[in-house]
T-cell receptor, first 111, second 113 residues
Framework: RKEVEQDPGPFNVPEGATVAFNCTYS??????FFWYRQDCRKEPKLLMSVYSSGNEDGRFTAQLNRASQYISLLIRDSKLSDSATYLC????????????WGAGTKLIIKP | DVKVTQSSRYLVKRTGEKVFLECVQDMDHENMFWYRQDPGLGLRLIYF???????EKGDIPEGYSVSREKKERFSLILESASTNQTSMYLC????????????FGEGSRLTVL
């Protein structure tokens, strides 16, 4: 089993729709969780950190479920510019330096 | 804005050659990282450094070494390149360990023939 698992997609979604991704992680000792975004042929960039209480940034909402060991990302009113690969990232429980990266979920927003 | 600059965007090398990948950051970050990214796999950590002259192995250090002689510069060295080291190499820096935001360079795509 991979340490961090994501549905690779692609998710093909019409503009304006709501889309949700899940990511599961295997290490119950993990404490830090993130979503990064990677555009085609570009470097990853931090989209948002994921806090225990959940957090929202504009159209984006991230949730953490420790009991079931998954994090989620919800995108509302999707835009063409949201097309990208979304990477789920979790720290290795015994290290603040070592992050475990999911392979990413590809999102394609169609007009 | 934080800027992380990788010296080469594209390299083509032959098996057995020594390869240097250089990375420079301009925000006085303590921590620097080298990852490789392959299709269908998440980013995998090769080495990281939390201070000048300090280095720690990541998940896949075999076949690689690193050097951090100055705070702003972190170099990745492939002593004898092999075809299975063909990959995209990403350098990153961060202010607060690995749990703060990572800032990445644009990547160096290495092809080993």
């Amino acid at each position: 089993r991979k340490e961090v698992e994501q549905d690779p997609g692609p998710f093909n979604v019409p503009e304006g729709a709501t889309v949700a991704f899940n990511c599961t992680y295997s290490n119950s000792a993990s404490q830090s969780f993130f979503w990064y975004r990677q555009d085609c042929r570009k470097e990853p960039k931090l989209l948002m950190s994921v806090y225990s209480s959940g957090n929202e940034d504009g159209r984006f909402t991230a949730q953490l479920n420790r009991a079931s060991q998954y994090i989620s990302l919800l995108i509302r009113d999707s835009k063409l510019s949201d097309s990208a690969t979304y990477l789920c990232v979790v720290n290795r429980g015994d290290s603040n330096y070592q992050l475990i990266w999911g392979a990413g979920t590809k999102l394609i927003i169609k007009p | 804005d934080v800027k992380v600059t990788q010296s080469s965007r594209y390299l083509v090398k032959r098996t057995g050659e020594k390869v240097f990948l250089e990375c420079v950051q301009d925000m006085d970050h303590e921590n620097m990282f080298w990852y490789r990214q392959d299709p269908g796999l998440g980013l995998r950590l090769i080495y990281f450094s939390y201070d000048v002259k300090m280095k720690e192995k990541g998940d896949i250090p075999e076949g690689y070494s690193v050097s951090r002689e100055k705070k702003e510069r972190f170099s990745l060295i492939l002593e004898s390149a092999s075809t299975n080291q063909t990959s995209m190499y990403l350098c990153a820096s961060s202010l607060n360990s690995g749990t703060g935001e990572l800032f990445f360079g644009e990547g160096s795509r290495l092809t080993v023939l």
